[in-house]
């Protein structure tokens, strides 16, 4: 089966190191995953897949079957599973297929739902360090607003301000896609880059999942 474009959050714990970060693609005999610094060639992985409209993750073990460490992307691994629920499979088998679907219709809905909002957060580039604000949030990433984006396939380092009273939220992010000040002017939106969360902890996690949840509580 071939493996479907798809952004979601994803755990994995292999070699004593256990990461929150998101996919790149999924199929029903594995997944693709985003890391900065990929386990290696053969090595056991379990993972937690967050999949879209799941109340729980689906969970399964697998062996890392190909790795790359190009900067910026696709850095990243493949992995293969050995071991997965019959029931977690059909589940991504129809995910799988629903993704295929629309694409071969156009449409390219967003994997989790985004809300709006708006606090501090601060990001590095090989370049500098920036404070700005946050436009809106996901599960798996957030856009922020900025008169200098970064590139696509930049690696920043991102700290949010959540307004939960905690420390800032620290993690990786690549930047997906960038909207300049000419562009957002032509579109009558705001300047800006939605980031995707990569190689975060199992706190950030948390603290992100906690706050996502709050923003849909208020909205319902």
Do not use: C
């Not at 292999?14 to 090595?43: D, F, K, M, N, Y």
């Amino acid at each position: 089966m071939e493996a479907a474009r798809m952004v979601f959050p994803v755990r994995y714990v292999s070699e004593g190191a256990a990461i929150q970060t998101t996919s790149r693609g999924l199929s029903g005999e594995g997944i693709a995953v985003r890391a900065l610094v990929p386990p290696r060639l053969g090595a056991r992985v379990s993972l937690a897949l967050y999949l879209p409209g799941n109340p729980k993750p689906e969970v399964a073990v697998g062996v890392v079957a190909a790795t790359a460490r190009d900067r910026p992307v696709p850095a990243g691994f493949w992995v293969q599973f050995i071991a997965i629920d019959s029931g977690a499979r059909e589940r991504i088998g129809a995910l799988v297929a629903e993704k295929a679907r629309e694409a071969r219709e156009m449409r390219a809905p967003r994997g989790f739902q985004r809300f709006h909002t708006q606090f501090t957060v601060r990001f590095r580039t090989a370049r500098e360090f920036v404070r700005e604000h946050t436009q809106n949030i996901s599960r798996g990433g957030v856009f922020i607003q900025t008169s200098s984006p970064p590139q696509i396939d930049e690696v920043i380092t991102v700290q949010l301000e959540l307004p939960d009273g905690g420390k800032p939220a620290t993690t990786s992010g690549l930047v997906m896609h960038r909207v300049t000040s000419e562009e957002a002017e032509q579109q009558g939106t705001v300047p800006g880059i939605g980031v995707q969360f990569l190689d975060a902890d199992d706190r950030f996690r948390e603290r992100i999942d906690q706050y996502v949840e709050q923003l849909g509580s208020a909205s319902a």
